[in-house]
């Protein structure tokens, strides 16, 4: 399984600590046990927003493995080329298992795969699904700043207070949370990927 990072326009050093701090998600629980490749989209610039420029890079680093299943992880201004990059991909023959989008405001979000929205405060959470969801989304609740959803995984070597983003797992079909409703977003989304990984 291929894990895409699709950034969104900041600095790079955020990203990179987001990519270990999956790395350590990924290394430190079951989902280890199948190995996860992890690829970064490398662009903090306008790029992001570019579907063509996207699939062009999960081209070069993926070749033919068309049908190894690959999981998006986007932010920001990257869900924008994100969520165009993965209609391509399935274009193409690909299989994505599942496109995550975290603080995508504003952004459409339609497809035959499953769709996740992390949001930063509620406001969001509930007008973005409004351009499209699948089940199981997360909001931060207190509301963070914008970029502290993209720091929810930093290590507290980088960040002291980055993995307690608090805030509510929601299932947007039938309006309510689950049992266990309330968790970090760290938690929402090594949940996600577990689940992925073992579907």
Known sequence: MSIIICPGIHEPELTESFRFGLLDLVSNSTIGHKTANILVFPSQDLLVLSAFHILQFLRDRLGDQLKSPIIFISFSAGVVGAIGAAHLWQLLGGRVKAFIAIDGWGVPLQGNFPIHRMSHDYFTHWSSC???????????????????????????????????????????????????????AAEFLHMLLKHYEAN
């Open 130 to 184: 409004l351009l499209g969801s699948g089940q199981n989304n997360f909001y931060a609740d207190p509301a963070v700043d914008h970029l502290s959803m993209w720091q929810c995984l930093t290590t507290s070597r980088s960040a002291s207070t980055a993995q307690t983003v608090q805030g509510w797992w929601v299932d947007s079909f039938i309006g309510i949370s689950p049992p266990k409703g309330h968790l970090t």
